[in-house]
């Protein structure tokens, strides 16, 4: 709706902002000048004791020099009470005694009724609660007793009780004037072809719960059966002009205030849960009605909170419920609007939870509910196992497809890393007992106590001669990670094999998870990251080792074709030389209880793929004749010679 401007200059003519303000703020007398329009005042929107909160009521604007939070009187209310433009306007307009503009003779028409049936609405809930109070809702009152709602929370929650009868409601209301067909557009009764034809109450032998829009207004009610045979035990209205339960929330009015003032928004499954939060301090509880999250219910959310909390029931129906959570916010994720799930524990729901252990066990779910990528992860992976290359394979798509829904392309790509991790942690094979120890690049005694030391360069030949496994490993594994820091653009290339490799070194582990994470934002982001997570010390000592500074990747720092060439050399050495120890592993248990050809042939098989992962790529490309001596010529070498050759001949001068 779009205000007509002299409204709203006369609006602002009429309100003070010092008034409006000075409900909610204490002056400070010593520095505020009120004949001047000069007021100052600790700041409402931040913690502080000075007063840095500045009023110029003679141009209604106000300033704070502390939090730099700016604007008028209509900025100030909708901040401090929490609530939309339209809705600070009509407060405003209430207070200055303006009447809101209509759009059209439409709409007022509209208003108009709509008004009316509130006003039944607010008939309704009177009767209910005076049948409460009397002698036919004494059931419901012990009820409510037993379910730890006195006398004093029944009041402050509007609770009623629907007589066991046809047509008590519809007698009491047409009996002050209500016309026939305002009940049935209220939801408060339905025709029916028995008892004559006369129409019926809705709502019969059941506890009330009213309904209310985010300005307190009663718009439809929830009823609870007394009746444990009744087909329904929770009945809510029809939708009506009024009600409409996909874009309503129970208690969301006051749980807006309460967000407004540091409660955390929590969203429980029913009226019965937000009553029994708010009643044990979590004052920001609202609930959905009779329908699951909606899209218009998590765009009411966000408007007060940038992360909810969405408390849910620990049975399989709570999860069931979560997990279709989680399909409905991807694709409306964005910085600054996510959500978290309190998943309850041995099934319980909020109610009975603070009523067993109390209002702070409640209070430890909520302080640690899952986010929303935790609960993603539990989804696709809880009771499932991952023992082949197809499930693994199958969870990365299903991971991928999920996070592709996810509109923001920064966003995403955390969402990605942070499922990256886990997958990777999965994935990642066990150390065989041997408890890993944090050291540097350079720490001679190698990854784990006990480990074999790894060579300085001075003893590199003693190195070659004893062949030793786990310091070669250690080497191949810094020339791999080197190449791929000094030219990151090829990470992505060989992503599945880094998170498949398990370093012997955490500090490699590290830098490994490091090129995952940021290789693909550039260089200077890697280097940032590697600089700030590691340290430039040991970062220098893993470049200038010589068997690393020497490599062409590391000498040739964006050269692609050498880095991919020199990666995929390394990577698959020392995948050969790995996967012959677990054969000669596997053999050696298996010797025991048979000897046959096909155990030498899998050990022939494994050191035939070694030998060829030794051998140098560089070297394997080369072609090769052979002299009149027997000796190898390189062809490539000898194509050279040949045309020099050639040319000086060409070149002699002539006699």
């Not at 829009?213 to 009945?235: E, S, T």
């Not at 890393?417 to 005694?445: N, V």
């Not at 990747?553 to 050969?576: C, F, I, S, Y």
Request: one cysteine or more.
């Amino acid at each position: 709706m779009k205000l007509d401007p002299s409204f709203m200059d006369e609006l602002h003519n009429r309100i003070s902002l010092s008034q409006v303000a000075g409900r909610k703020l204490t002056w400070d007398n010593r520095k505020s000048q009120p004949s001047k329009g000069d007021y100052w005042a600790p700041c409402p929107f931040h913690q502080e004791k000075t007063a840095s909160f500045h009023i110029d009521d003679r141009k209604g604007f106000y300033y704070c020099f502390g939090c730099h939070e700016k604007g008028d009187a209509i900025s100030f209310v909708r901040k401090t009470e929490n609530v939309e433009f339209m809705e600070a306007v009509e407060i405003l307009a209430r207070e200055a005694g303006m009447q809101m503009p209509a759009r059209d003779p439409r709409a007022r028409e509209k208003a108009e009724k709509r008004a009316s049936l509130t006003d039944l609405m607010a008939e309704a809930e009177k009767f209910f609660r005076m049948c409460l109070r009397g002698g036919q809702g004494r059931a419901a009152r012990e009820y409510l007793d037993r379910r730890g709602l006195d006398e004093g929370a029944r009041d402050r929650w509007g609770l009623g009780y629907a007589p066991d009868a046809w047509q008590a409601l519809w007698d009491h209301l047409t009996g002050k004037g209500a016309r026939p067909e305002e009940l049935m557009a209220c939801g408060l009764a339905k025709p029916s072809t028995r008892q004559g034809g006369k129409p019926y109450d809705v709502f019969r032998n059941r506890i009330m719960f009213p309904i209310r829009d985010p300005r307190g207004r009663v718009i439809a009610f929830g009823g609870r059966a007394m009746d444990p045979n009744d087909n329904a035990k929770y009945l809510n209205s029809p939708e009506t002009q009024l009600f409409d339960k996909s874009r309503t929330l129970f208690n969301f009015g006051p749980a807006r205030e309460a967000v407004g003032k540091g409660q955390p928004l929590i969203v429980a499954e029913g009226y019965m849960d937000a009553i029994a939060l708010a009643e044990a301090g979590f004052t920001g509880a609202v609930a959905n009605l009779g329908t699951a999250v909606t899209e218009h219910h998590l765009e009411m959310l966000w408007r007060i909170t940038p992360e909810p909390v969405l408390a849910q029931d620990g049975d399989k129906a709570g999860l069931r419920s979560a997990y279709k959570v989680i399909d409905l916010v991807l694709p409306k994720l964005a910085v600054g609007r996510s959500i978290r799930f309190a998943l309850l524990p041995d099934g319980q729901d909020p109610d009975e939870l603070i009523k067993a252990k109390g209002a702070q066990a409640m209070r430890q779910v909520v302080d640690h509910a899952l986010p929303l990528v935790d609960l993603l992860w539990q989804r696709e992976t809880e009771g499932r196992s991952f023992d082949s290359p197809d499930r693994r394979a199958a969870l990365d798509r299903a991971l991928k497809q999920a996070t592709a829904q996810i509109p923001d392309q920064g966003l995403r790509y955390h969402y990605d890393q942070a499922l990256r991790d886990k997958t990777r942690e999965l994935f990642r094979p066990a150390r065989g007992g041997r408890t890993p120890q944090k050291r540097g690049f350079g720490d001679k005694r190698g990854p784990w106590k006990g480990a074999p030391p790894v060579p300085m360069p001075s003893t590199r030949a003693s190195l070659l001669v004893s062949e030793d496994e786990a310091a070669m490993e250690y080497l191949r594994e810094g020339v791999i990670l080197a190449s791929l820091y000094a030219t990151p653009a090829v990470a992505e290339t060989f992503e599945v094999q880094l998170e498949r490799m398990d370093c012997r070194d955490p500090r490699h582990a590290q830098l490994r998870d490091l090129l995952l994470r940021h290789a693909a934002r550039g260089a200077e982001a890697l280097h940032a990251a590697v600089i700030r997570d590691i340290g430039p010390d040991a970062l220098d000592e893993l470049m200038t080792r010589t068997h690393v500074a020497l490599c062409p990747p590391v000498r040739h720092p964006g050269d692609v074709e050498r880095a991919q060439m020199t990666v995929a050399e390394e990577l698959a050495k020392l995948q050969a030389a790995r996967a012959l120890r677990a054969e000669i592993a596997e053999a050696e248990e298996d010797i025991l209880a048979a000897e046959d050809e096909a155990m030498t042939w899998r050990l022939g098989q494994a050191a035939q793929a070694q030998s060829a992962a030794t051998r140098s790529q560089q070297e394997d490309r080369a072609e090769y004749d052979l002299g009149e001596n027997g000796a190898r010529i390189n062809r490539d070498e000898r194509s050279a010679l040949d045309a020099l050759m050639q040319s000086i001949r060409f070149s002699k001068p002539r006699k």
